[in-house]
């Protein structure tokens, strides 16, 4: 795939913002048990204090809200935040702050911080070290990462290549996303980070079924695409792959998905008690 600039992923970080209804429409939820696991690992107490980053339109921050705890969202986009601040209405506990984590300070540290699909956009020199600022001694840190992964319909992945390539998307004709099982486990350096300790990942493979109009919608979601300067281009590639679907897989297809997760602790001698079960 082709490689990005420091400016492109700075227009890619802000791209969604564009399409806050349509992200909310389409971007789903982390998987229930995923969402189990990380309020397990966590071990949230009742009325913990918790930071989301990069919330988006809610899809973590809304389950995390009904567990009751005191939490705050830090979101880039103002319409995300909208979408959010309208869905969390009836969570007095729940407040949502606009603006970049990295240069957002908080009135006191947390017992927790969650980032579901968004680490990749925080400034990699300074993100860990700003986890660490926002929590308390022993506060978890959980990251949500979903993998693209080679499985769901047969073929679909590389047939969809080719437009990817027709369109300018790619210059590589032979990409492939790894397979489930050769993941190279994404942040390394949350292990190295003097801060950090008792670091634990896991893994788990999710199948989703789209028909044609929801795979669209989620393109249209998508940073890649968003990126696109031509319109009449954005929209001739999403009308081919409308296409494709359509003609040759009956209207649906499935992608695979891995979720991995990520947990780990600001360094403490001293546990948290009384946690939350998980849901």
Known sequence: MRETSPADSRRKRTSFDQVAALYDRYRAAP????FRHVVAEAALRPYSRVLEIGGG????????????LDLTVVELGAHLAAVAQEKLRAFPKVRIAVGAFESWTPSAPFDAVFVCNAFHWLDPAVRLDRCQDALVPGGA????????????????????????QSWGLSDDPDFMPPSGAELNAVYPEIERHPSFTDTRRQ?????????????????????????MEDESSRQGF?????????????????REYVYEVITSRRVSGQDPVDPIPAP
Do not use: K
Request: hydrophobic share 40%; charged share 20%; glycine share 12%.
């Open 141 to 164: 840190l959980a990251i949500i990462h979903p993998h693209h992964v080679r499985g769901g319909t047969p073929g679909f992945v590389r047939s969809t290549q080719r437009l990817y």
């Open 238 to 254: 999403l009308r081919d792959m409308r296409a494709l679907i359509e003609g040759e897989y009956g209207g649906r297809v499935v």
């Open 57 to 68: 339109t809610g899809q973590l921050s809304l389950p995390l809200a009904r567990l009751g």
């Open 31 to 34: 998987p229930a048990v995923v």
């Open 203 to 227: 893994c788990f493979p999710l199948l989703r079924s789209y028909t044609a109009d929801e795979y669209i919608g989620l393109l249209r979601t998508d940073s890649l695409i968003l990126g």
